[in-house]
């Protein structure tokens, strides 16, 4: 049986990975996928502390923070298509401006 | 979840979310992030949180990343040039990625000692019951404030997407 803090580890690399997807890619659906990994990454981590302590509170955070990501999917896409309705660019160094 | 199993997983997740953040492509960049999400979903359930792993996969890997999928197409980015960028951003930002890694890897090997093991838990740990007895006692007001969550959302991306000129988009679809 794995450990939780391998669980931890493994959560740790991967928001890791969100982390480094935000900070060098410039495409904003890739930026915006990046923050759905670290969204799971932390999930992977209330899960394994929720096993380790033997309760379903983390399990009923998860399910809360998969709600969350499901509106905040729905409103950032319909963010980006109304910039790249208006810009037609989807590159985050030349959305610049708050205006349009 | 037996050790091997574990670091399969692990390893193709973080081999998937990798691929993530260097495929040039953006829907080979969904693709390889539906993957690290299935995975995750795997490791729930082998965690014992059978009910959220499924939750996972079908919510998750299947709803959003479809919305994300029709965005991708909705644009047409299969034409967008390679991205630039300044080099020293991406070295700078790379540093950072790195030194979070180190610091988090050393908080967890630093963690607490009951949580080097796990405690048993019932048969029905996972369960929907279990989860749902969860949801409507101590989460009951949350699970509420949730409905009007969605509900917002999903007036918000509608105001956010429709086309408020009484010309069509630049470029757009039929």
């Known amino acids: 049986m794995a450990p939780p803090s391998y669980f931890m580890g493994l959560s740790a690399i991967l928001f890791c990975i969100g982390v480094a997807g935000v900070l060098l890619r410039r495409n904003i659906i890739i930026i915006f996928m990046s923050i759905e990994l670290m969204l799971n990454a932390v999930n992977l981590a209330f899960v394994a502390l929720s096993r380790a302590w033997g309760s379903v509170d983390g399990q009923a955070i998860v399910f809360f923070v998969m709600t969350v990501a499901a509106a905040e999917a729905a409103v950032g896409l319909g963010i980006i298509l109304s910039i790249y309705r208006n810009r037609e660019t989807v590159n985050a160094d030349e959305i610049n401006l708050m205006r349009w | ?174």
């Open chain 2, 1 to 174: 979840m037996p050790l091997w199993l574990f670091i399969f997983l692990a390893a193709l997740s973080i081999i998937a979310a990798a691929g993530l953040i260097l495929q040039r492509h953006p829907v080979h960049s969904l693709l390889a992030l539906v993957l690290t999400l299935i995975v995750i979903g795997i490791l729930f359930i082998g965690l014992g949180a059978t009910t959220v792993g499924f939750l996972q996969m079908i919510v998750y890997a299947g709803a959003i990343m479809i919305l994300f999928l029709f965005v991708i197409w909705l644009l047409n980015l299969q034409t967008q040039p390679l991205e630039g960028g300044r080099l020293a951003l991406k070295f700078l930002g790379a540093l950072g990625s790195a030194a979070l890694i180190a610091e988090l890897l050393v908080f967890v090997l630093h963690l607490p000692a009951p949580l080097g093991h796990n405690q048993p838990v019932a048969i029905d740990y996972g369960s929907i019951a279990r989860l749902a007895q969860g949801l409507f006692t101590s989460y009951l007001v949350a699970f509420e404030v949730t409905s009007i969550l969605l509900l917002v959302g999903v007036v918000g991306a509608v105001a956010l997407a429709r086309r408020t000129t009484a010309e069509g988009a630049p470029g757009g679809s039929p």
